[in-house]
């Protein structure tokens, strides 16, 4: 059985479309992550969410938005999309041992 | 804020040949500092973390506070060891990586 998935990996899109990444973790953890990786492999984090609750957000613009309706689930949704956005995103989630399991990725491709 | 880097990018060796992949850090408070491996095709892992200090697949770490140091380290290297290699620090909430680096182990 998976514990991160996330879909869809792959997604190409327009400038100024809106689109969605859905993560969802079946380890019961309590404590979710998204993450960007750019095209130079540089892996940064974008939010945190423990028991649904923010946690962290690094000053991601506000045209990303997460939502997580349950512990087990952490969306991401992205309005009007920039060139700049293309990038790999990796849901994560942790329990009490800090170790983070990772999805497979979704690789966004804007034109 | 914690920092991590890696210097090199990419690491070229021969098999058969040590292997050390250099990571740096910068934190106040006390760091827990892990490594984390990407195989081709395949998602991101947990290698190895600072406070078990236990080797796994032959890699060791050792957390060197005076240096800000943990580099990683395998005295012979094998070709399935190819991959990139991140080294994370976890700090303030949340887990921050270093830039990596790509390994590849040459026949």
């Known amino acids: 059985d998976t514990a991160v998935s996330q879909t869809p990996k792959y997604l190409v899109t327009q400038m100024g479309n809106d689109k969605s990444i859905k993560c969802e973790q079946n380890l019961g953890h309590d404590t979710m992550y998204w993450y960007k990786q750019d095209s130079k492999k540089f892996l940064k984090i974008m939010f945190s969410y423990n028991n649904k609750e923010l946690i962290i957000n690094e000053t991601v613009p506000n045209r990303f938005s997460p939502k997580s309706p349950d512990k087990a689930h952490l969306n991401l949704h992205i ?3 920039e060139l700049g956005d293309s990038a790999v995103y990796f849901c994560a989630s942790s329990g009490y041992t800090g170790e983070l399991f990772f999805g497979e990725g979704s690789r966004l491709t804007v034109l | 804020a914690q920092r991590v880097t890696q210097p090199e990018k990419l690491l070229s060796v021969f098999k058969g040949a040590p292997v050390e992949l250099k990571c740096n850090y910068s934190y106040s408070g006390s760091p827990e500092l892990f ?33 800000t140091s943990f580099h990683l380290k395998k ?5 399935e060891d190819s991959a990139m290699y ?15 680096t790509r390994l590849t182990i040459n026949p």
Do not use: M
């Open chain 1, 79 to 81: 309005n009007s999309l």
């Open chain 2, 35 to 67: 490594w984390y491996v990407q195989y081709s095709r395949q998602r991101l892992q947990l290698l190895l973390r600072h406070i078990s200090r236990e080797s796994i697949k032959g890699f060791t770490a050792d957390l060197n506070k005076g240096e």
């Open chain 2, 75 to 79: 005295p012979f290297a094998q070709e």
């Open chain 2, 86 to 100: 991140y080294c994370a620090l976890y700090g303030a909430q949340k887990l921050v990586f270093g830039q990596g």
